[in-house]
């Protein structure tokens, strides 16, 4: 990722979750910012996500330019329900700025993370 | 937000200029005031980009930077009423000053005293289903700046961060 695209995920002001359904499982793309003001949003979407797709889930973080420790208690929320249902639950494309932030927070070392899609898509069906 | 002229307006050189250690003054300052409600979190964003646009803060400590003041933000307006002690209108004044060789940051709010200094930090170790949700906030606080310091001033909470900046490599 350059840092001129960095930069832009970064400046971006909104948040924005999509979804798009694979054969292993869904994927939501997240893009944008994730902070307190609307954590609550994408807790919503994503547990409604793993309570209909009982198989897995991906979260697509490539568009993502920030996200704050309300986001990842809500990626901690998520990856505990989904351990409760038996469902994986991988995260890729993480950009810099927000991989030192789930480093720095020792979630690294205890979600899967994988560097694009495809590789994310291989792990859920393996 | 404005380069710091190298005399006071009124002839004063320094009066109540910020300095570092050395005694030498900040080149850049910017700063802003924040109430709780919808937009305060997108305004911060949208201060902290100026800063760097501005020669106040390093293009890459926007992350680092923004991430911190909003933590500590959303803590001031989510917990600042909470115990007694605090105003029922929070308000966060934040400054942002570019010193040689750092970064430094202050916020002052009129929230119940609250010394970020004293929590302990989190657990990093335990497993995912024994993982705690609180703390992380304050844990980037204090990974990503070098210096955090805490002061209760009558009605307000005073908090300084510095961020140092590294020396340019040479040929950089």
Partial sequence: ??????????????????????????????????????AAEFEQEVLRELAADPSGLILDMAELGYISSAGLRVILVAARAAQAGGQGL????????????FDVSGFSAILPIADDADEARRRLAG | MFPVPGRGRRGHPGRGRARDVTGREATHRARLCLS???????????????????????ADFVFPVNLVLDELVTNALTHGRAGG??????RIELAAERMPGAVVLTLCDNGAPFDPTGV???DLASPLAGRQIGGLGLHFVHQFMDEVTYRRDGAHNRLTLTKRVPAPRPGA
Avoid at chain 2, 85 to 90: A, E
């Fill in chain 1, 1 to 38: 990722m350059t840092r001129a695209r960095e930069r832009e995920l970064l400046m971006s002001q909104t948040f924005q979750i999509s979804r798009t359904a694979a054969a292993e499982g869904a994927v939501l793309r997240l893009a944008g910012r994730i902070d307190s003001s609307n």
């Fill in chain 1, 90 to 101: 991988i995260l890729c494309a993480l950009a810099p700025n927000i991989r030192d932030v």
């Fill in chain 2, 85 to 90: 002690g605090g105003d029922p209108h929070p």
């Fill in chain 2, 36 to 58: 709780d409600g919808p937009g305060t979190l997108q305004r911060l964003a949208a201060w902290v980009a100026r800063c760097a646009d501005r020669g106040v803060i390093p």
């Fill in chain 2, 120 to 122: 302990a930090p989190p």
